[in-house]
């Protein structure tokens, strides 16, 4: 018998379900890390800067705490963004900013406005905090449904509304009149533009100082590389921010995380290779993975494809035996809309080759 009772809302929580490390999946499949293929979680497969990896290599003071402000990184990202420093959040990873922005914002049963299929630490993170999740599905093409937004934004009144762009998991783009009507709301607009970069557009990140009820949450996960290292960051509007101090960890992003964002910041050409490099290979991937009769490609803005497959070959199935028979790991979702969908990360080119050959063993008839 536990000693206390566990708040309702947290006994029943559903556990999120995270991707695996590359000594887990050596594991199960009996293979070494390094003759494993990880198209799984949308990480940078070029890995972080020479100039990140030469900072973590020099780094000097592991033992002191970390600046609780984060102000050399802050500075660094003022320059990156064009936002003002004040207006800046670090955290060790968006994940961290996604739950301080809930717990800063939201008394229990107050209402969250989430776009299914989409990115799972909105609801997750939502239910946590003892929030209501209402649902407007997005539409078969994975666009957002203005008009179902727009009626459960009159009846139920969110405080906050998260939308991704590109979006996790297809790739999609909000357009900005769609952006500009959700901007009319009463509400708080969480835009996550972890994916941005890859995009081609313009990042809505300096328009948060001007704009009362925006924030844009972005990551040094996918374009820098850090993905392992825990660090993103947030633009915030002025009247939330000393709401934000209060609430935040003290040292939230550690020493090497912050080292190694800097670096990564003042390495600018190697940032740009990366982004040219994981977009000519996501096209590259696009039309390799479209001479298939029975995957659907969906056209995507990140460094990942969504693709649903056609009837006669299981998606889950398909997932399984790649990991098992060739070491290729891929993402599937066993969620509403994408029962019978595969998510690829954009690899290297040998990956991606890789891929191709594993998937040509397989035939639909008809």
């Known amino acids: 018998m536990p000693p206390i009772t566990l708040p309702p809302h947290i006994a029943s929580l559903p556990p999120y379900t995270p991707i695996e490390p590359f000594d887990v999946l050596s594991q199960k499949v009996g293979r070494a890390p390094e003759d494993i293929i990880k198209l799984d979680a949308n990480e940078n497969p070029y890995g972080m800067s020479p100039r990140a990896r030469e900072a973590l290599a020099n780094l000097a003071y592991g033992h002191i705490y970390p600046d609780p402000e984060s102000r050399s990184l802050r500075a660094a990202l003022s320059q990156f963004t064009g936002v003002p420093a004040e207006n800046l959040v670090v955290g060790a990873g968006a994940d961290e900013l996604i739950d301080l922005i809930m717990r800063v914002t939201l008394n229990p049963g107050d209402t969250v406005l989430n776009c299914p299929p989409t990115f799972g630490m909105y609801a997750f993170d939502a239910d946590l905090n003892n929030a209501k999740v209402i649902n407007v599905p997005r539409k078969s093409d994975f666009s957002v449904d203005m008009d179902g937004i727009l009626d459960a934004a009159e009846k139920f009144s969110p405080k906050l509304i998260f939308l991704t762009s590109p979006n996790n998991p297809d790739g999609s783009l909000i357009p ?191």
């Open 176 to 366: 900005q009149p769609v952006l500009q009507k959700l901007l009319a709301l009463p509400a708080l607009i969480v835009l996550d533009e972890a994916y941005i970069e890859f995009s081609g557009v313009t990042s809505q990140i300096t328009n948060v100082p001007s704009t009362n009820n925006l924030i844009v949450l972005r990551t040094f996960s996918k374009l820098a590389g850090l993905a392992g290292l825990r660090v993103g960051y947030g633009a915030f509007p002025a009247w939330l921010m000393p709401t934000l101090w209060k609430a935040k960890q003290p040292y939230n992003v550690n020493v090497a995380a912050s080292v190694a964002a800097v670096a990564a910041l003042n390495d600018p050409d190697y940032l740009a290779w990366t982004v040219k490099t994981l977009v000519a290979e996501r096209n590259h991937l696009a039309e390799a993975l479209s001479t298939f009769r029975w995957l659907k490609v969906y056209p995507s803005h990140a460094n990942f494809l969504l693709c649903r497959v056609a009837p006669g070959i299981e998606a889950a199935q398909l997932k399984a035996d790649l990991a098992q028979k060739h070491g290729i790991f891929i993402r599937y979702f066993n969620k509403p809309g994408l029962t019978d969908c595969i998510r690829v990360s954009v690899g290297k080119p040998d990956q991606t080759d890789a891929l191709i050959a594993a998937l040509s063993s397989y035939r639909v008839e008809g």
